[in-house]
Antibody
Framework: EVQLVESGGGLVQPGGSLRLSCAAS????????MSWVRQAPGKGLEWVSV???????YYADSVKGRFTISRHNSKNTLYLQMNSLRAEDTAVYYC????????????WGQGTLVTVSS | QSALTQPPSVSGSPGQSVTISCTGT?????????VSWYQQPPGTAPKLMIY???NRPSGVPDRFSGSKSGNTASLTISGLQAEDEADYYC??????????FGGGTKLTVL
């Protein structure tokens, strides 16, 4: 059974850093296209970043230069390193996967809440 | 990054049909068949309901259907049920390898 479990969320001050993890089971992270999508409280979905099976990475303009997506193949885990956090980064962060390039993510985790506040 | 426009809300009674639109431009929706639709009940993760305009993943009821005309994609839910009440989002993979979501539509089953 495919499962994605996010962790690492919490309360952080503006300007701070946080690393989110997404542990996968039932499939291989390195063979899939893995994304992070976030949802601010009461708002819609916002795509954040994707890492391709070949290792290429892409980011939304709103996080470019501040966030870094990566994966640890032997741990079968996806990460999102978030630096220089702002209040507007407050959201539930979901990891999601798809086996096909340019295909919509079809498996999603339950999400982890990140709150940026002083 | 392009924006996809959805109506904020739609409603219908049980058994009726509702259609949710997703309007883009000739450079995105109009040019590619990469439109997808997600369902998100309150407090849950999104669930893929339609991909590549009109294809349903395994397990999605055939009450859900997708189509496209010009720069507008649509999700139609027929035989509306109470369990269909949720937020619905369209999405599109762009040519620059980014994923864009519509603003979301809240479906209320009366």
């Amino acid at each position: 059974e495919v499962q994605l479990v996010e962790s690492g969320g919490g309360l952080v001050q503006p300007g701070g850093s946080l690393r989110l993890s997404c542990a996968a089971s039932g499939f291989t992270v390195s063979s899939n296209y893995m994304s992070w999508v976030r949802q601010a409280p009461g708002k819609g979905l916002e795509w954040v970043s994707v890492i391709y099976s070949g290792g290429s990475t892409y980011y939304a303009d709103s996080v470019k230069g501040r966030f870094t997506i990566s994966r640890h193949n032997s741990k079968n885990t996806l990460y999102l390193q978030m630096n220089s956090l702002r209040a507007e980064d407050t959201a539930v962060y979901y990891c999601a996967s798809t086996p096909n390039k340019a295909a919509p993510p079809d498996y999603w985790g339950q999400g982890t809440l990140v709150t940026v506040s002083s | 990054q392009s924006a996809l426009t959805q109506p904020p809300s739609v409603s219908g009674s049980p058994g009726q049909s509702v259609t949710i639109s997703c309007t883009g431009t000739s450079s995105d929706v109009g040019s590619y068949n990469r439109v997808s639709w997600y369902q998100q009940p309150p407090g849950t993760a999104p669930k893929l309901m339609i991909y590549e305009v009109s294809n349903r993943p395994s397990g999605v009821p055939d009450r859900f259907s997708g189509s496209k005309s010009g720069n507008t994609a649509s999700l139609t839910i027929s035989g509306l049920q109470a369990e269909d009440e949720a937020d619905y989002y369209c999405s599109l993979y762009t040519s620059s390898s980014t994923l864009v979501f519509g603003g979301g539509t809240k479906l209320t089953v009366l």
